[in-house]
């Protein structure tokens, strides 16, 4: 049995060297009752900002006890259902944290497509996306990542460690990401969201016309290198 000032002090070392720094905004996206909420916001101190979503009402009432208690004044809880918008402005975060939410967005399954659409549109030019993939095989971690992939992240970095699991310290996987910035790939991903919503007969011009618009603009910028 670990005591809470165990499992915090952990989350904290696991997130200071994922990268969270002081006044950054953190996004701690299906947090849970918040072993990582606090350990980030410790991390960010008062300049900064940790904003801590779940649809859990039980589990957020546990998180909010405690930031009652501390007279934590950076952390922002939202009971908010994230798999179809995540209530926060463009470009607004620099680090999103997405552990342990693959029991919930299974692979393969449009909610976690447009999960990661949200997280995506959510994040800054320079975030990193830090995941914690628990309940996964390695079919279902390899496709996380290719989606990962095709929705605009690129893995900068992954390897096993110790960390928090519902109320355990067990070894596990971390798969850092970076948002993808360059022109090709932006393209590359509205092209292919743009196919996947073709409908199987009576394309309407209007979406061919964006698709031939579409490639012209990846084939100008392969030729520039951009």
């Known amino acids: 049995m670990y005591s809470q000032e165990q499992l915090e002090r952990l989350a904290e ?22 072993i990582y909420t606090t350990a980030a916001a ?19 009432k546990d998180l909010r006890r405690t930031v009652k208690s501390r007279k934590s004044k950076n952390i922002i809880i939202m ?44 994040a800054k030019s320079t975030a990193l996306i830090s995941v914690y993939p628990a309940h996964l095989d390695l079919h279902e971690l ?25 109320g355990r310290i067990e070894k596990g996987r971390l798969l850092n990401f970076k948002k993808t ?5 932006k393209l590359e991903m509205r ?11 009576s394309v309407s011009p209007s979406m061919i016309e964006e698709l031939e618009d579409l490639e012209e603009k990846l084939a100008d910028a392969k030729m520039k290198g951009t």
């Open 42 to 60: 410790q991390l960010v101190g008062e300049k900064g900002l940790v904003y801590a979503v779940d649809t859990n009402g039980e589990k957020l």
């Open 13 to 34: 070392k696991v997130l200071k060297e994922v990268g969270i720094e002081q006044s950054q905004t953190v996004l701690d996206c299906c947090c849970g009752s918040g």
């Open 191 to 201: 092209i292919a969201d743009l196919k996947n919503r073709l409908p199987a007969h």
């Open 79 to 122: 009971e908010e259902n994230v798999e179809s918008k995540i209530p926060l402005p463009n470009s607004s975060v620099d680090i999103v944290l997405l552990y342990d939410i693959f029991w919930y967005f299974r692979p393969k399954e449009n909610k976690l497509t447009r999960l990661l659409q949200e997280v995506y549109r959510v």
């Open 142 to 166: 390899k496709h996380v990542k290719d989606e990962m992939e095709n929705k605009g992240f690129s893995l900068e970095r992954e390897y096993s460690k110790q960390l928090v699991h519902e």
């Open 181 to 185: 910035n360059n022109q090709v790939k």
